[in-house]
C-alpha cells in the first residue's frame, strides 16, 4: 500500500512540475547573458533512461529528484530540444515536423524549388520539384502512302489494261481543351491519288481521290457529354478531274468549293473503354456556300448558267466517329448529311485500316453518295467510289 501511495504522490508532483519549464532550463545563448551552472549542465540536452526508470520507480522511500522531473518535462514537452541520446549522436524523433512553404511564382514556368532539411550529420539533403504549365493543346498526324501496280501482257489471253497508281493522304489535328468546358477542334484532311493507264491514250495520268478539306469546331459544355458547337467545314479539291480517253474537265481547285457553316449541339462520343470515340453534331441552322471558279462548270454543280456562286439556308447532321476494336484494326467513318428541304444531300465514308505492323498496312476505303439535285437524265442519284490499297503509314 505503501508503495502505491508513493507512486501516485510522484505522479501528482511531477504533473505540478511539468506545467512548464523553468526559464533558467531552457536552451541558452551567450548573448543572452545567462549563466545558471543547473542550465548549463541541462545541455545539450540528452535523452537518458535512467531518468524515466527512476520516475515510474515504486519501490524506495525516496521520490524523483528535481532534475529527474525536469528531464522527464522536456523528454514530454519539449522532445525538440533532445539532440542525442546516452548510447550515440542519432537525432531524436520530434514532436512535428514543420516544413517551411515553398515560395512558388505562377508567372513563370517551368518553376524549380528546393525545400532543404538537415540530415543527422548536418548535411543539406535537397528536395526538388518541377512544376511545369498544363498542355492544353493536342498534336497528332497521320500519313499514309499507298501503291496499287497491275500489269497485263499485250497479248494476254483475255485482253486487259497495265494500270499503275498513287495514293497519298495527310490528317492532321489540332486541337484545344481547357479541360474545364472549352474545346476547340481542327482537323486538315489532303488526299490525292494519280492513275495511269495504257487504255487511255489522251490523258497520261488522272486523279482518282482529290481532297482538300478542313473541320473546324467551337464548342462550350452544355451538360456531360453535350455541347454547344459552331463548326466549319470547307473542302475543294488540288487538280483537274478527268474520265478515260476525254479531255473534258469535269472539276478544278474551286470549281467546287463549298462552305458550310453550323449551329448546333455536339454530341462528344466515348464508350467502349475509349475504343469508341468521336463526335456527332446536330444543326438544325446551317449555311451552305457553294461557289464555283469555272463558269462552264457552274450548271454541272447546280448553280444557274453563268453565276459563280450559290447560297442555301438548312440543316445539317456531321458525325465523325472511329472505332478500334482491335490493335491492328479500326473502322473510320464520318457521315456528313445536308437538306435545304427541297434537295438532300448524303455522303457517307468508311475507311477500314488492317496495320499488319507500325509501318505497313491495308486501306479498304468506301464512299456511297446520295444527291437528289444531280440530272437524272444523265446520272442516278447514288454513287459510289471504293478502293483497295497497301503502303506505308505512319502515325504521332
Request: hydrophobic share 35%.
Amino acid at each position: 500500500m505503501r508503495q502505491v501511495i508513493l507512486y501516485f504522490l510522484c505522479t501528482i508532483l511531477c504533473t505540478l512540475f511539468s506545467t512548464s519549464l523553468p526559464a533558467q532550463y531552457s536552451d541558452v545563448s551567450p548573448a543572452s547573458g545567462q549563466s545558471d551552472e543547473g542550465a548549463l549542465l541541462m545541455l545539450p540536452a540528452k535523452y537518458d533512461k535512467n531518468v524515466v526508470k527512476r520516475m515510474f520507480q515504486l519501490e524506495g522511500d525516496t521520490i524523483s529528484s528535481l532534475a529527474d522531473r525536469l528531464m522527464m518535462d522536456t523528454y514530454l514537452n519539449h522532445p525538440e530540444k533532445v539532440r542525442i541520446n546516452e548510447g550515440s549522436k542519432e537525432q531524436m524523433p520530434t514532436k512535428k515536423h514543420e516544413s517551411k512553404p515553398a515560395i512558388l511564382e505562377p508567372s513563370l514556368y517551368p518553376i524549380d524549388v528546393e525545400n532543404t532539411l538537415k540530415d543527422e550529420e548536418g548535411q543539406n539533403d535537397t528536395i526538388s520539384f518541377v512544376i511545369t504549365k498544363p498542355h492544353f493543346w493536342t498534336f497528332s498526324g497521320d500519313y499514309n502512302l499507298q501503291f496499287m501496280q497491275n500489269y497485263i501482257s499485250p497479248n494476254w489471253y483475255k485482253s486487259g489494261n497495265s494500270t499503275y497508281s498513287m495514293l497519298g493522304a495527310v490528317t492532321l489535328q489540332y486541337n484545344y481543351n481547357n479541360k474545364q468546358r472549352l474545346k476547340w477542334d481542327n482537323k486538315l484532311e489532303l488526299k490525292l491519288s494519280f492513275l495511269s493507264t495504257d487504255a487511255d491514250t489522251v490523258n497520261n495520268f488522272k486523279t482518282t481521290e482529290d481532297l482538300i478539306r478542313y473541320t473546324t469546331q467551337l464548342s462550350l459544355q452544355a451538360h456531360k457529354n453535350w455541347y454547344y458547337a459552331a463548326q466549319l467545314i470547307a473542302n475543294t479539291q488540288f487538280t483537274r478531274g478527268l474520265k478515260n480517253n476525254d479531255a473534258t474537265i469535269y472539276s478544278d481547285f474551286m470549281s467546287p468549293f463549298n462552305l458550310n457553316v453550323s449551329l448546333g449541339m455536339n454530341y462528344n462520343v466515348k464508350a467502349h473503354q475509349s475504343k469508341l470515340t468521336g463526335n456527332i453534331l446536330l444543326a438544325p441552322l446551317s449555311y451552305r456556300m457553294t461557289y464555283v471558279d469555272r463558269s462552264d462548270l457552274a450548271t454541272r454543280f447546280g448553280l444557274d448558267e453563268g453565276k459563280h456562286v450559290r447560297n442555301d439556308i438548312g440543316s445539317l447532321i456531321n458525325a465523325e466517329i472511329v472505332w478500334k476494336p482491335l490493335d491492328n484494326f479500326k473502322w473510320q467513318t464520318r457521315l456528313y448529311a445536308y437538306t435545304t428541304y427541297s434537295n438532300f444531300l448524303l455522303e457517307w465514308e468508311n475507311t477500314l485500316v488492317f496495320q499488319f505492323n507500325r509501318y505497313i498496312s491495308t486501306n479498304l476505303f468506301i464512299y456511297p453518295r446520295f444527291d437528289d439535285a444531280v440530272d437524272r437524265t444523265t446520272s442516278t442519284y447514288w454513287q459510289l467510289k471504293e478502293y483497295l490499297s497497301v503502303g506505308f503509314t505512319y502515325s504521332m
